[in-house]
């Protein structure tokens, strides 16, 4: 991992924290067009440029790339207490049993950093989710990153058209090595 890049678990309860994160989410979506689902999906606040997804930060999980100043170069938030289920907005359902299950809320890189930056962010929070007992993902995508997510091994489970766009519902298992067996 590039040493002017720190991996973290972003602590949402701290107000700076919360602002770099929003901030850097709005930014990494505002100049997304083709996929107008997001702008119901989430929490757009355009005054201030931030960015919120509906899910309650006390039930997600939320890893970032932070840069030494501080600045959020990409981020990741999962929906790990599944209380609420964001793909449920485009139909696709919560699996039947929850444990030791996530679901990928939003995956951003402000600064468009190369492939090989957003696999060690997603690398590193697998190891961390991994060693808190998960083992199951689940995600929804719009048609452009869908090939990417196949190559790294989300599987499809569905796809539907809701409001003229393309989603897809998406499984991925966490790779053994990551996850932390409970007796």
């Known amino acids: 991992m ?3 890049h720190r991996f973290e678990r972003l602590d949402l309860t701290d107000p700076a924290v919360r602002r770099a994160y929003e901030e850097a989410f709005f930014t990494s979506f505002e100049r997304v067009k083709s996929n107008r689902l997001i702008h ?12 919120a997804t509906r899910i309650p930060y ?34 696709f359902p919560p699996p ?10 939003t ?18 929070c697998l190891r961390v989710l991994g060693s808190e007992g998960f083992h199951t993902g689940f995600a929804t995508t719009a048609p452009r990153p869908l090939r990417l997510y196949l190559r790294i091994g989300w ?26 067996q409970f007796s």
């Open 107 to 124: 995956f951003f890189n402000p600064s468009d950093r190369d492939v090989g930056f957003k696999f060690r962010l997603w690398r590193e």
């Open 2 to 4: 590039n040493s002017d």
């Open 40 to 51: 119901d999906l989430w929490r757009w606040d355009h005054q201030s440029r931030r960015l």
């Open 58 to 91: 006390e039930d997600q999980a939320v890893f970032g790339m932070r840069s030494a100043s501080g600045d959020v170069e990409a981020a990741l938030a999962f929906n790990v207490a599944l209380k609420q289920f964001q793909s449920n907005a485009f139909g």
């Open 155 to 180: 599987k499809l489970v569905k796809q539907v058209e809701v409001s003229g766009e393309q989603r897809f519902f998406l499984r991925y298992q966490v790779p053994s090595q990551f996850v932390r």
């Open 96 to 105: 039947n049993d929850g444990q030791g299950c996530f679901e990928v809320l």
